[in-house]
């Protein structure tokens, strides 16, 4: 995953994985300041699509959460997100990914998301399938820049996510061919890194509230 996490705020918030996140609608904004993280949400497509093809039609989330820390500090042009994050899940593999055996389906989760802890065993299903416990843990400690045009906030690596900034909570969800695959307002590259190779899943919605201390942050994805 990606560098330790210095800094958390007390209690942290919390990761709820649903069929269908909240509806988010841009507004704009100003980020300036510091926020907190209160809730991430993460779609079941945006779990399952790490998956090969051959394991996602079928397969179901049967339940899972986890929990958030950490914060956004924005001045004028450079964004800074130390987080934290750690998300369970249950899942009942679809019959024909199951066939491959669940060794082979707890080694291939293992590989996918390197860090991440994943027991898998036979479900007592008819026909056969696996039933996995995941666990994905994942730190982040990153400064760059960033612009906001309308809606549209662009860091320095070329992402792009619409955000709202509205009596003091800030929202966010990634954009793109990029944001498509990834789907978080990654104020940093949080979550899930489920999918392969670097790219990360879920969308962060921070409803982040900024005080002269710190704010709140909520996140969503879809």
Do not use: K
Request: hydrophobic share 35%.
């Amino acid at each position: 995953m990606d560098a330790n996490v210095d800094a958390f705020v007390p209690g942290g918030g919390t990761i709820t994985l649903s069929e269908g996140c909240p509806a988010f609608t841009p507004c704009g904004g100003s980020i300036v300041g510091t926020w907190q993280y209160e809730s991430i949400c993460i779609e079941h497509s945006e779990v399952l699509g790490a998956f090969p093809a051959i394991c996602r039609t079928g397969t179901v989330i049967e339940e899972g959460g986890g929990i958030v820390d950490g914060t956004i500090t924005a001045t004028d042009s450079s964004i800074t997100r130390t987080i934290s994050t750690s998300t369970s899940a249950t899942i009942l593999i679809n019959a024909t990914c199951s066939a491959l055996g669940c060794d082979s389906i707890q080694t291939m989760v293992r590989d996918m998301a390197p860090g991440s802890t994943a027991t898998c065993a036979a479900a007592g299903t008819t026909p056969e399938r696996c039933r996995c416990m995941i666990t994905f843990v994942t730190t982040i400690d990153e400064t760059q820049s960033y612009s906001i045009t309308g809606d549209t906030m662009t860091t320095g690596d070329g992402r792009t996510f619409d955000i709202c900034v509205d009596a003091g909570t800030l929202q966010s969800r990634e954009t793109g061919a990029r944001g498509a695959r990834r789907r978080h307002l990654d104020a940093a590259s949080l979550i899930l890194e489920v999918r392969a190779g670097s790219s990360r899943s879920a969308v962060e919605v921070p409803a982040l509230s900024a005080a002269p201390g710190m704010r709140r942050a909520a996140w969503c994805s879809s």
